[in-house]
Structure formats: structure tokens, C-alpha cells
Nanobody, 120 residues
Framework: VQLQASGGGLVQAGGSLRLSCAASGGTFSRTVMGWFRRAPGKEREFVAAISWRGDTRHTDSVRSRFTISRDNAKNTVYLQMNNLKPEDTAVYYC???????????????WGQGTQVTVSS
């Protein structure tokens, strides 16, 4: 499975961005898709995940602001990020798994990352 993330950029606090991750080379409709992020000087952390049926998981810090969704016909997963805060600044990675999990080690495939910078 190959993953290509896009949609990052520079935005002011309170703004919105939508990240996309296009998948190829696998059975996307049966794959769990997740988003992780790595902030400067910090470990990579789980953000959100979605199963092939649409079951979702979100980390507490983004639950009311970020929404993960997928379009199986387009082999694409999205992360809609609203009310962005400076602490959301990070490189965001999409990843694929066969298990709906918040654990990084359970994701087998990773995209290259896209930078999100939120200015105050």
C-alpha cells in the first residue's frame, strides 16, 4: 500500500485545513486508515482513525475539532481540522492498518507526512 498525504500549510489560529491521503496498491475498502502527527521535539502521536465501515477514533485533544472521513470510491481518507491551535503545529502522517487502533506500531504502511503550521 502506498500513501500520499497532502493539504498541509500555514494557517492562523482558529482557521481550518483539510488533509487528504490517497492510497494505492492495496484493498483500500478493507483497510483501517489513521492520522498521526509529530510536533517539534515530541514523539509521534495518534490523532484519528477510521475503519472500512466508518467506525472512528479520535484523540481527546482534537475530538471536538477534527473529523476523519473516507471515500472508498476514491481510495482517499480525509482529516478536516477546524478551530486550529498553535499546538496543532506538526507534521501529519497518514497510515494504514488492518486493525482499528490508536497504537502506532499496529500501522503497517505510512505516507511521507505533510506539514501543518498554525500561527498565533
Amino acid at each position: 500500500v502506498q500513501l500520499q498525504a497532502s493539504g498541509g500549510g500555514l494557517v492562523q489560529a482558529g482557521g481550518s485545513l483539510r488533509l487528504s491521503c490517497a492510497a494505492s496498491g492495496g484493498t483500500f475498502s478493507r483497510t483501517v486508515m489513521g492520522w498521526f502527527r509529530r510536533a517539534p521535539g515530541k514523539e509521534r502521536e495518534f490523532v484519528a482513525a477510521i475503519s472500512w465501515r466508518g467506525d472512528t477514533r479520535h484523540t481527546d485533544s482534537v475530538r471536538s475539532r477534527f473529523t476523519i472521513s473516507r471515500d472508498n470510491a476514491k481510495n482517499t481518507v480525509y482529516l478536516q481540522m477546524n478551530n486550529l491551535k498553535p499546538e496543532d503545529t506538526a507534521v501529519y502522517y497518514c497510515a494504514a492498518s488492518y486493525i482499528l487502533s490508536t497504537v502506532e506500531s499496529q500501522y503497517n504502511y505510512w505516507g511521507q507526512g505533510t506539514q501543518v503550521t498554525v500561527s498565533s
